[in-house]
């Protein structure tokens, strides 16, 4: 990806000067955005890696993956935030890792980690760098230097039991390679969240992520059978079966983990035979509240389909405008099935009643396959927002059916009041996208106007929400994890003695805390 941007340097979107203007007027924006300083301009501290350190550490994964150069050390900054992008753009570079490294193998990872303890250098496990909290900044933490660990060459298939309907895949693979050399077995992986073009299997592990096809397939956490995971203490091979009764599952500290606690090498995940069939279908509702009603019943009479996605008022009509279409009115549900054509056929029929007893109406089925078209690039167009002075950035919650719409309106007012200005609202909108018999999880989605420090202005809000997420009863988190963003609601989720065990199984896992510093684990603990 690019260094300083979301993705492919060659997919990035512009606005048309009438779209600018349209959006300078209704948000009230002065002008736009700073240049981006480019790359060559970057001042970055000179490496602190130690002689001895790096000695050690080309000994383990060899010289030419030890890498020290500015490219590698600027592609290593971070995830991609709204913060982190503004960082790079304004060429703040101040915590770029001392040096890149990519091992080949789970022994090597053993062995770096083995290396950076004896050493006291910090390390940062490395995936397709997508996170949006924090989760991999080069933190140095109480550490004179800190690596960058990239898990890129560990990119295999390592077996695919057809039986059982399982794949071990290396934890350094990304989503598009995994689905084809699946794929080429006729099977799928059925994980397809907005970070599926860059995002890898163990980062994926690591930050309990969903997809869009969660509903059908399932959270990733849910599809792991087995981990191989190396710690500075050793090896765990965890692997329980289908299910088990011997004692606390210890996968599960390790899922979600965020690479505190260990890194994660391989992953032995559930795999399902490429659907004969898939159709997308987008329905209307006369309300959000109406949309929420017909997901929840959905959800526990057990008829949810793939997937299924209810936007409000004005996510609808901005979506609609993106695509270059007319907003249906109400609300609009993108609803998708997979399966055998008699599984598609029962499942569209029964939920088609359920959505029609809830007030909704089928709508032009170009409305679905523009919101299919767009998945993936909408993440582009945070850039170009930036580029013309907005402020564009997300945020995710979950809570329980009957806590859902107070906290929605909680969150939308908080956004709204901290970003609110000089008679200009900013626009606040948001979608219900993973649905479960006790809850759902809310999408939030705000555009308003930089001004002079967009940063601030961004930072301010999202306090704002988080704290109103944690007053109404939300996580601070859905799919998004923890990482440094988010670190500050984590005693309010878990409680100050679930923040001690937390702590307690670092210490024995991690005695040096070299994993990750400054992530998932709240400061002082």
């Known amino acids: 990806m690019a ?24 948000l009230g924006i002065g002008g736009a955005a700073p240049a981006r300083v480019p790359a060559e ?41 709204t913060p982190d992008l503004l960082r790079r753009r304004a060429g703040e570079a101040g915590e770029a890792p001392d040096a890149v490294l990519t091992p080949a193998d789970h022994e090597q990872v053993r062995s770096v980690l083995d290396a950076c303890a004896r050493q006291g250098v910090a390390v940062v496990p490395f995936g397709g760098g997508t996170s949006v909290v924090g989760g991999v900044e080069p933190f140095r933490g109480p550490f004179p230097a800190v690596v960058s660990l990239d898990l890129r060459r560990l990119d295999a ?27 080429a077995e006729g099977f799928t992986l059925g994980h397809f969240p907005q970070s599926y073009e860059f995002a890898t299997i163990g980062g994926y592990a690591a930050t309990r992520s969903s997809g869009q096809f969660s509903a059908g397939y399932g959270r990733f956490d849910a599809m792991v059978t087995a981990l191989k995971v190396a710690t500075p203490r050793g090896t765990l091979e965890l692997s329980r079966g289908p299910a088990t009764a011997a004692g606390p599952d210890l996968r599960q500290l390790f899922l979600g983990s965020e690479g505190t606690l260990g890194v994660i090498t391989e992953v032995t995940v559930r795999v399902h035979r490429t659907p004969e069939e898939r159709i997308e279908e987008s329905w209307s509702f006369p309300s959000f509240t109406e949309g929420a009603a017909a997901v929840r019943e959905l959800a526990q009479r057990q008829l949810l389909p793939t997937s299924i996605r209810v936007s409000d008022e004005t996510e609808t009509f901005i979506n609609a405008v993106i695509a270059g279409g007319a907003a249906p009115e109400g609300c609009l549900s993108v609803v998708g099935f997979e399966g055998t054509g008699a599984q598609v056929a029962a499942r569209r029929s029964a939920v ?21 078209r767009s998945r993936f690039s909408a993440p582009y167009l945070r850039d170009a927002l930036l580029d013309a002075g907005v402020l564009a950035e997300t945020l995710e919650t979950v809570t329980s059916w009957s806590g859902l719409h107070a906290l929605r309106t909680a969150v939308t007012g908080a956004l709204t009041r901290e970003l609110a200005r000089e008679g200009f609202d900013p626009v606040v909108y948001c979608h219900l996208s993973h649905a479960y018999h006790s809850g759902a999880s809310l999408y939030f989605t705000v555009a308003a106007d930089g001004g002079a420090d967009p940063a601030a202005r961004w930072g301010a809000a999202k306090r704002a929400a988080g704290d109103a997420i944690a007053a109404a009863g939300g ?51």
């Not at 260094?3 to 209704?26: C, F, K, S, V, Y």
């Not at 440094?484 to 679930?498: F, K, N, S, T, Y």
């Open 41 to 81: 301009e970057v001042a970055l501290r000179p490496s602190a890696l130690p002689r001895e350190a790096r000695a050690a550490l080309a000994a383990v994964v060899g010289e030419e993956h030890v890498r020290t150069d500015a490219p590698a050390r600027l592609r290593h900054l971070g995830g991609k935030s």
């Open 352 to 372: 088609a009643e359920v959505l029609a007893a809830h007030g909704a109406v089928k709508v032009a089925a170009d409305s679905a396959a523009a919101w299919r």
């Open 3 to 26: 260094w300083n941007a979301w993705g492919d340097p060659a997919e990035r979107h512009a606005l048309d000067e009438d779209t600018r203007q349209l959006i300078a007027q209704t």
């Open 475 to 525: 996580s601070i988190t859905h799919h998004h994890a923890v990482g440094m963003d988010h670190r500050p609601w984590m005693e309010a989720e878990i409680g100050p003695l679930g923040v001690e065990v937390l702590a307690a199984v670092k210490q024995t896992l991690d005695p040096a805390g070299i994993l990750n510093p400054g992530k998932l684990i709240p400061a002082g603990s």
């Open 157 to 183: 298939l390592v077996a695919l039991d057809t039986e059982s309907g399982t794949a071990t895949l290396q934890a350094g693979l990304r989503t598009p390679e995994a689905e084809e050399l699946l794929g």
